[in-house]
């Protein structure tokens, strides 16, 4: 879609996992990122030269599911994803995660434990599961978020943590936007220094 370390990596991926999927589900892929890439409000944000400064990657991508095992079993079995990957269990925002890695990138299945869970729900209002949030990592997120607002954005209250904007999570510190790109949603990071890492410790299991 867009050159570069943010997008264009991993066409790869997307290509080997496509050939996997109906004709229809390619196609409509394909017609939600061309939304997503043409949205004014992404291309004003994300893509404004401000912003993008401080945005020196991507953390992971997080996909809502219904059957996580099943899913990862797709992966395992069509994408070369290890075996051993396990299925975990986050008790604070009551949801069965599963990570792993393809091209450097950090994939998170999610299923919500609650027929009214976070994931569920979102599920329920969209009829499938797919990409639910990509999380972008940034130098400076109280910079980053003081841009955004200059620009109009606004910022919504974490899930699990009842928190709106900046605030402390087991990798980092995060903010999620209230502004979706075509109903994904986008969350920001900081990633902790080591000394950052031991303060936040406590916040493991979210």
Request: net charge negative.
């Amino acid at each position: 879609v867009y050159p570069g370390t943010l997008y264009g990596d991993h066409c790869d991926e997307f290509v080997r996992f496509s050939l996997t999927q109906p004709a229809d589900k390619i196609s409509d892929a394909v017609k939600r990122i061309k939304k997503v890439v043409s949205s004014l409000w992404f291309n004003k944000v994300i893509m404004n030269n401000e912003i993008s400064s401080t945005i020196i990657g991507i953390k992971h991508m997080t996909f809502a599911v219904e059957n996580i095992e099943l899913a990862l079993k797709t992966y395992q079995n069509f994408l070369g994803v290890d075996k051993n990957v396990e299925i975990i269990d986050m008790p604070k925002s009551r949801t069965r995660v599963a990570l792993f890695e393809i091209g450097n990138i950090e994939y998170q299945l999610c299923q919500s434990q609650d027929p009214d869970g976070r994931f569920s729900k979102w599920i329920k209002e969209r009829g499938q599961g797919g990409l639910h949030h990509i999380c972008y990592i940034v130098e400076n997120l109280d910079k980053a978020i003081q841009g955004l607002k200059k620009v109009g954005a606004i910022f919504r209250e974490c899930n699990a943590c009842k928190v709106i904007g900046n605030h402390p999570h087991p990798e980092g510190f995060i903010a999620f936007l209230d502004n979706e790109a075509e109903g994904i949603e986008i969350e920001l990071m900081q990633i902790y220094t080591s000394a950052e890492l031991e303060k936040y410790s406590n916040y493991k299991g979210i």
